[in-house]
């Protein structure tokens, strides 16, 4: 049979918020898991995306070496044909004018040549930084998939005991007037799960506010639910229950 003292309710009210407080703090964890795995999921894909950065640096790199080398031998075939013209110059004059252009084909061949040994050790360097991101994304890869197990075992465990909680609830809940429940639920919805709390050093032991003596003491009649003048929490003493 529902008990109707005010009394007799809010020690079913007690009992329900022992069971809502579990309920909240399990429906928040479930809440914020998902996203912790979206903050590891994502830290793991800046790990990824920079890896192909350092990857599309080198295929860059490569066509550009790809290029100079490419240079190099049209450079040196130039070279070669203006040697062989030489010998079929008429005057001092074209010869001497010829020298100067095998000359300066030369000497930016000769440049080439540079940017072409830079480049190696650019080549270098870089794949060895491929290299270094990729062992730390096989290592993060692993720390990853071994914390998104661990978040998804807790989540398993935590919805279990949610169901066995919101079982409890179910029993419980009926056996407090409907209109009680009703605003003890309202309550519940707006302040973190926590709707009675119990008077602790006259204070309020939701928002900590400090109480009257007169408020003190209507609590003790039980006549009406007394509720926090701050936080509109249902008061309650826990020694006079």
């Known amino acids: 049979m529902t008990m109707t003292s005010i009394k007799d309710q809010i020690k079913k009210l007690v009992e329900l918020q022992a069971i809502d407080i579990e309920i909240y703090h399990l429906k928040t964890d479930l809440c914020d898991k998902p996203d912790e795995i979206e903050a590891l999921r994502e830290n793991f894909e800046a790990k990824k995306a920079r890896l ?59 440049l080439i040549e540079e940017k072409i040994l830079l480049g190696f050790d650019t080549i270098d360097a870089a794949r060895k930084a491929i290299e270094t991101e990729k062992t730390v994304v096989s290592n993060y890869e692993k720390e990853f998939q071994l914390k998104k197990k661990e978040i998804d075992d807790i989540m398993a465990v935590s919805s279990d005991q949610l169901k066995v909680k919101e079982s409890q609830r179910a029993r419980i809940a009926p056996e407090v007037r409907p209109d009680i429940l009703s605003r003890y639920d309202r309550i519940l919805q707006h302040k973190e799960g926590l709707a009675i709390v119990p008077v602790k050093n006259r204070s309020c032991g939701g928002c900590f506010m400090h109480l009257t003596e007169q408020l003190i003491n209507q609590i003790k009649m039980h006549d009406e639910f007394i509720t926090c003048d701050v936080c509109a929490r249902i008061l309650y003493l826990e020694d006079d229950l």
């Open 52 to 110: 192909k950065q350092l990857e599309d640096q080198l295929k860059v790199i490569l066509v550009k070496q790809k290029e100079y080398e490419v240079d190099l031998k049209s450079k040196e075939d130039t070279i070669v044909k203006a040697d062989g013209q030489l010998s079929q110059l008429k005057t001092n004059k074209e010869y001497q004018a010829k020298l100067l252009e095998i000359e300066n084909i030369k000497a930016d061949k000769s």
